[in-house]
T-cell receptor, first 116, second 111 residues
C-alpha cells in the first residue's frame, strides 16, 4: 500500500478483555515499530521488529503485552487482560531497515484504545 | 537516557507570520533527527529528517537546522497559513533505532 495502515482505528473494550491491534507496514519495509501515545506520557517506544524477529522488546510495559510479525509484513500487538491505564493511541511505524543512519520512520494513523 | 524538550508548548500567531519551533536534546550522540506533524486524532506525518552530519534540511516553506554539539534543532515555517495549525513533534534517533520524542508544540495560526 501507499502508507502504513492500522486497524481498527478505534477500539473500546471492557477491563479484563484481550485486544488485538493490527499494523500493515509499507511494502518492502523490513523494520517495524510500535509506539504508544498517552495523555501526560507523550510518545513511548514499545517494540521493534527487524523482519520477523523482535530484537528489542524493552518498551513493553508488562507481560500482558506481546507482539508478533509474520511474513516480514503484518504485525499484531496483543494486550491481555486490559487495564484502564492501557487506554492510549497505539502507533505503528515502518522503515526500510532498522540500523541505517538514513532510516526514516513512517507512521500509521494509529488505533485509539479505550478501556472502560 | 535521552531527554527531548520542545519549547514553547503552544504557540498562536496571525496568518503570514513566520514560525520558529525549538527542540533540545541532552545526548548529542544521535544518528538523525526527525520533525513530524500531528493533526488532532491523526497519526504522525514526517516533515523533515536531518542526518547527524547535516546542518539543515529544507522542504518548501519548511527549514530545519541542527546543531548537534549544542543539542538543538529549530524548525522554521515561513509565511504561516491556517492549514499549518497542528502539533509539531521533534524526535531524535540515538545510537540504535528507536525514536525519542519531545512533548510537541501545538501551533495555531489565526486567519
Amino acid at each position: 500500500g501507499a502508507g502504513v495502515s492500522q486497524s481498527p482505528s478505534n477500539k473500546v473494550t471492557e477491563k479484563g478483555k484481550d485486544v488485538e491491534l493490527r499494523c500493515d507496514p509499507i511494502s518492502g519495509h523490513t523494520a517495524l515499530y510500535w509506539y504508544r501515545q498517552s495523555l501526560g506520557q507523550g510518545l513511548e517506544f514499545l517494540i521493534y521488529f527487524q523482519g520477523n524477529s523482535a530484537p528489542d522488546k524493552s518498551g513493553l510495559p508488562s507481560d500482558r503485552f506481546s507482539a508478533e510479525r509474520t511474513g516480514g509484513s503484518v504485525s499484531t500487538l496483543t494486550i491481555q487482560r486490559t487495564q484502564q491505564e492501557d487506554s492510549a493511541v497505539y502507533l505503528c511505524a515502518s522503515s526500510r531497515q532498522g540500523l541505517s543512519s538514513y532510516n526514516e520512520q513512517f507512521f500509521g494513523p494509529g488505533t485509539r484504545l479505550t478501556v472502560l | 537516557k535521552q531527554e527531548v524538550t520542545q519549547i514553547p508548548a503552544a504557540l498562536s500567531v496571525p496568518e503570514g507570520e513566520n514560525l520558529v519551533l525549538n527542540c533540545s536534546f541532552t545526548d548529542s550522540a544521535i544518528y538523525n533527527l526527525q520533525w513530524f506533524r500531528q493533526d488532532p486524532g491523526k497519526g504522525l506525518t514526517s516533515l523533515l529528517l536531518i542526518q547527524s552530519s547535516q546542518r539543515e534540511q529544507t522542504s518548501g516553506r519548511l527549514n530545519a537546522s541542527l546543531d548537534k554539539s549544542s543539542g538543538r534543532s529549530t524548525l522554521y515555517i515561513a509565511a504561516s497559513q491556517p492549514g499549518d495549525s497542528a502539533t509539531y513533534l521533534c524526535a531524535v534517533r540515538p545510537d540504535d533505532y528507536k525514536l525519542s520524542f519531545g512533548a510537541g508544540t501545538t501551533v495555531t495560526v489565526r486567519a
